[in-house]
Structure formats: C-alpha cells, structure tokens
C-alpha cells in the first residue's frame, strides 16, 4: 500500500493543504519519505534528506512536516489508517460470509498487512517512535478492537455487552505482539510462531464464545 493513499486529514500536519497540488506535493513527500525510512532507516528521516528525495526545496516540506518527529507522526498516521480500512473490510466480509476459521482469516489477512508493509516494519521495528505516535498507537489498537468486536457480532458468535468490548482489546494486544516478534524474526513472518498465534488465540475465542452457549458460530 502506498503512503499517499490514506486520508491526508487523518495525519497530523502543521498545515493541511488545500489545493490539489499542494495535496499531491504532500503525498510526492510521504512516498520519498517510506523509501528513505525503508531503505535507510528512522535516523536518515530528516526534512534535508527527504525533501532530497521528493526532489522540493525544505522550505515547501517545513510548511507541513517541520522535523523528523512531525514525518514519523506522519507516516504512521497513514499507516493506521489503512490498516484501520482494513479491518473495516474485513467487518464487512464477516458480515456477508460464513468462516470457518475467523481466527485465521483475521491473522493472514494482518501478517499479509505486515508482509507488504515495508515501511511499517522499518518504523516499528526501529527506535525512533514519538511519544504522540506511541499514543496514537494505543488509540489505533482500541479501534482495531472495536473491528475484532464488530467481527464477532457480524459472524453472530457473541452477545453485545460491555466484556466483549474488552475481549477484542485483549485479542488485538496478544495478536499484535506475537506479530511483531514474527517478523523481527523473519521478514515473511515466522510460520511456526504465527501458527502458535492462531492456536493461542482460538482458545482464548473459543472460551469467550463458550460464555454465549445460544450462539451457533465457532473459532
């Protein structure tokens, strides 16, 4: 997925730009920016080296991203966002489908996020995080389990109540750090360790939808 395709309202700016071009001189940024994290890591994501790379003078980037903080808010704006889309694909297939394996379906469809996901990876896995990234990860992961939460209402596997709210938390934190440790492990993600990960988490599942005995669906 490309950096420019998220909604440039989502990513915290120092100035939203309105005319089309200036709109595309921004995404022409948030592209030169991934290759430069991808290839060089978070420490080369500075506005010379980047605004290097989009080939624009640092006096157009500094209008919208003033510092390295401000392109890594950046970019991981647009990175929650197109998983948050995501998610919200995966809801509206739910709710259409019948799986089988919602577990699995759930944690291919996010490590094949992972996989492709360069510059995700580059950013996560480095050590130049923000604290406003760190905080809009935590909200970015009570949204992704709001989506598990939908998910399981959508396959008719549970009843809506205040715990299942916390159910979806609990599997996204666990999904989430297994995950990471696949992939630091192995860019393609680790198999054998995902495989745990779905076994983990349809036990987990399969214990809160034995709270719903009425409930037909399975993990």
Known sequence: ?????????????????????????????????????????????????????????????????????ALIDALAAGYFARIEAAM???????????????????????????????????LWFGSGLTERTRAADREHKRRMADG??????????????????DVGHAAILAADALAQEAFRRDPAGDAALLEEAKVMLRGYLGAVVARYPSREGGI
Do not use: C, K
């Not at 919200?88 to 996020?113: C, H, M, N, Q, T």
């Not at 598990?148 to 709210?165: F, G, I, K, N, T």
């Open 88 to 122: 919200d694909d995966l809801v509206r297939a739910a709710s259409a489908e019948r799986w089988e394996d919602p577990v699995g379906v759930l944690l291919d469809a996010f490590a094949g996020i992972y996989r492709t996901e360069h510059g995700f990876r580059a």
């Open 148 to 165: 598990v939460h939908r998910v399981l209402l959508a396959l008719d596997m549970a009843d809506d109540d205040e715990a299942l709210a």
């Open 1 to 69: 997925m490309n950096p420019a395709d998220a909604d440039q309202g989502a990513v915290p700016l120092r100035r939203t730009p309105r005319q089309a071009r200036s709109r595309a001189r921004l995404a022409l940024v948030l592209r030169a920016a991934e290759r430069v994290l991808v290839a060089e890591g978070v420490e080369a994501l500075t506005t010379t080296r980047v605004a290097a790379e989009a080939e624009v003078s640092v006096g157009s980037l500094y209008q919208y991203l003033p510092d390295r903080d």
